[in-house]
């Protein structure tokens, strides 16, 4: 009689202790995840049936500098771009249908002929040959990917961002390739921009430093030799044991401590900033105030700082209207430079204790207060200031942030420029117009009514499927109406002064073209306003006589975000 077989086990590390039975090995247990030099291996595609899938794989394929060998009988006829590929000699075809012995036969003469990798693209119909491949895979440790079943896979490929030297896999281990997608795609906007350069410059200041770190080691053992110690043993000297203070370091043993200085740098150092780190900074002696001297001994690169500027769009005024990355530099600032526009509740969320200047701009005087305004920046970014200049709306919608972007790159600071909800679009919808509208409006224009150095702008012919938003032209809109009656501009077409959108003491003046005039002559004016014309401005709210007036506007969300910032100030 037989004696029956004792259970196998698995023992994965004797320092550790663990040992699993092969039937209760933990059914989830993390893969190891692999970045694999595939330059010159055969990669095998079984199949044609999923066409675009198949394609995807050969693409990869060939991206990593692999061969593609396509397996399919010769009755499947290629995808147009496959048959591009294998007109080209990337891509070699094998017009017959799979037989085990490929996987043998079409590798590479080095390994007797195996195929490095196969990746089986068939439908469910091929169950039995899907398996077969497989186990025959796994016995050959052949490594084998097959679509709609991980249970027949040896890896699974992950859904994949590269950069230059940057890579950045995602797997959901075979739970859906959308959501590793997804996934994927929410790490990489949390990345700086520049995360390319960043590997790239700390590649090679690794490189550098070894190698100049190696030459030194080579000259401090060459002296030793002429001194006649060259045995291990003379080596270890009294010196051995004695403590060596970092601010009494010679010049060539505080160079041999830039790798680690470099490894603390690369965990504690902003990301993006890594880019910019050179050798000289590395090298750069420690200066002997306690401070810095217990952030050298934590091996924490301290360069001087450098300043920083962010236009930044504060929107049309209400705070809930304010962006989340807007109230971020907003807490972050050292000094803000704002328009004279931006309203007292986005104001009162400047913190206490940073510096304000309001811009000082009257008619007569708006380029000079410019000027000063750019030259009270750029004081503080050369004394190492994080600077924000805040603007009204949006920072690029006739608020010369243009203009201010390359003042600033030109005197050697890039700056951030951050979006604002601009009131050419936000108080068309806080006045119940639509801008576009089916049958009505299928296109907006934003335009100015003050030209450079208050002249009238170049006009624009009607278009009545079309909702006018004119910013800056209340205050001389007896000259503006005439020119657009010119210009063809329908008298009767609804129009709708709105001022101070989205704050407390928002008004909307409805009423028509003919009439804004006498309007503004009626009930004043009431800046920032902006006019808004066109059949848009009827949809919603229908006007049954020659003018109506609404007051106020309740930021409801306001009040919420201000009690949440004024807890998180305390």
């Given at each position: 009689m037989?004696?029956?077989?004792?259970?196998?086990?698995?023992?994965?590390?004797?320092?550790?202790?663990?040992?699993?039975?092969?039937?209760?090995?933990?059914?989830?247990?993390?893969?190891?995840?692999?970045?694999?030099?595939?330059?010159?291996?055969?990669?095998?595609?079984?199949?044609?049936?999923?066409?675009?899938?198949?394609?995807?794989?050969?693409?990869?394929?060939?991206?990593?500098?692999?061969?593609?060998?396509?397996?399919?009988?010769?009755?499947?006829?290629?995808?147009?771009?496959?048959?591009?590929?294998?007109?080209?000699?990337?891509?070699?075809?094998?017009?017959?249908?799979?037989?085990?012995?490929?996987?043998?036969?079409?590798?590479?003469?080095?390994?007797?002929?195996?195929?490095?990798?196969?990746?089986?693209?068939?439908?469910?119909?091929?169950?039995?040959?899907?398996?077969?491949?497989?186990?025959?895979?796994?016995?050959?440790?052949?490594?084998?990917?097959?679509?709609?079943?991980?249970?027949?896979?040896?890896?699974?490929?992950?859904?994949?961002?590269?950069?230059?030297?940057?890579?950045?896999?995602?797997?959901?281990?075979?739970?859906?390739?959308?959501?590793?997608?997804?996934?994927?795609?929410?790490?990489?906007?949390?990345?700086?921009?520049?995360?390319?350069?960043?590997?790239?410059?700390?590649?090679?200041?690794?490189?550098?430093?070894?190698?100049e770190d190696k030459d030194q080691l080579q000259e401090i053992y060459n002296r030793l030799q002429l001194l006649g110690e060259d045995e291990d043993d003379a080596v270890q000297t009294f010196r051995l044991n004695q403590l060596v203070e970092e601010f009494n370091m010679t010049k060539e043993q505080k160079k041999l401590q830039r790798t680690r200085w470099l490894s603390q740098l690369v965990e504690y150092y902003p990301l993006g900033k890594l880019a910019e780190v050179s050798v000289d900074d590395l090298s750069a002696a420690y200066r002997e105030s306690s401070s810095k001297a217990e952030n050298a001994q934590n091996g924490i690169l301290n360069p001087a700082k450098k300043g920083s500027i962010s236009l930044v769009g504060a929107g049309p005024g209400a705070v809930s209207l304010l962006t989340l990355g807007a109230l971020s530099e907003i807490y972050s600032a050292d000094l803000i430079l704002a328009d004279k526009l931006v309203p007292t509740q986005v104001l009162d969320l400047i913190p206490r204790g940073t510096e304000v200047f309001i811009a000082r701009k009257f008619p007569g005087n708006a380029e000079a207060a410019q000027q000063e305004l750019l030259s009270k920046g750029l004081a503080a970014l050369d004394a190492g200031k994080k600077v924000i200049r805040l603007k009204q709306g949006d920072p690029y919608i006739f608020g010369r942030g243009g203009e201010e972007y390359l003042f600033f790159k030109s005197h050697g600071y890039k700056p951030l420029v951050l979006p604002g909800i601009t009131s050419a679009l936000a108080a068309p919808v806080l006045s119940q117009i639509p801008a576009t509208h089916r049958d009505v409006a299928d296109q907006v224009l934003i335009c100015t009514g003050t030209g450079r150095r208050g002249a009238l702008p170049n006009i624009p012919e009607f278009v009545k499927s079309r909702t006018s938003v004119f910013l800056m032209a209340l205050h001389r809109i007896v000259e503006l109406l005439p020119v657009l009656f010119e210009k063809g501009w329908d008298p009767k077409v609804p129009a709708a002064i709105v001022e101070r959108a989205s704050c407390p003491d928002q008004r909307v003046i409805r009423t028509t073209l003919e009439n804004v005039g006498l309007a503004v002559q009626e009930f004043g004016s009431r800046p920032p306003g902006l006019l808004v014309v066109g059949y848009s401005c009827g949809i919603i709210e229908k006007l049954e006589k020659k003018w109506e007036v609404v007051e106020g506007w309740d930021d409801i969300g306001g009040s919420t975000i201000l009690d949440t910032v004024s807890h998180l100030s305390k």
């Open positions: 037989r004696r029956p077989l004792k259970k196998k086990t698995v023992n994965c590390s004797k320092r550790l202790g663990l040992s699993y039975p092969l039937s209760i090995l933990p059914p989830k247990m993390a893969k190891l995840l692999l970045a694999d030099n595939c330059q010159g291996q055969i990669h095998l595609v079984v199949g044609l049936e999923h066409l675009s899938l198949c394609f995807a794989r050969i693409k990869s394929i060939l991206e990593v500098g692999a061969t593609p060998v396509l397996v399919s009988p010769q009755k499947t006829t290629l995808l147009n771009s496959l048959q591009d590929l294998r007109t080209q000699g990337t891509l070699e075809v094998v017009d017959q249908t799979f037989n085990i012995s490929h996987l043998t036969q079409l590798g590479r003469d080095e390994v007797d002929n195996v195929v490095d990798k196969v990746f089986v693209v068939l439908d469910s119909q091929y169950g039995q040959l899907k398996k077969d491949i497989s186990d025959q895979c796994k016995k050959l440790r052949i490594p084998v990917s097959v679509v709609d079943s991980p249970e027949l896979c040896s890896f699974t490929l992950l859904s994949t961002y590269a950069n230059a030297d940057f890579q950045l896999g995602v797997t959901t281990n075979g739970k859906g390739c959308k959501l590793a997608s997804r996934i994927k795609r929410e790490l990489v906007s949390t990345l700086p921009s520049n995360i390319d350069k960043v590997c790239e410059n700390i590649g090679n200041l690794r490189h550098r430093i070894q190698q």
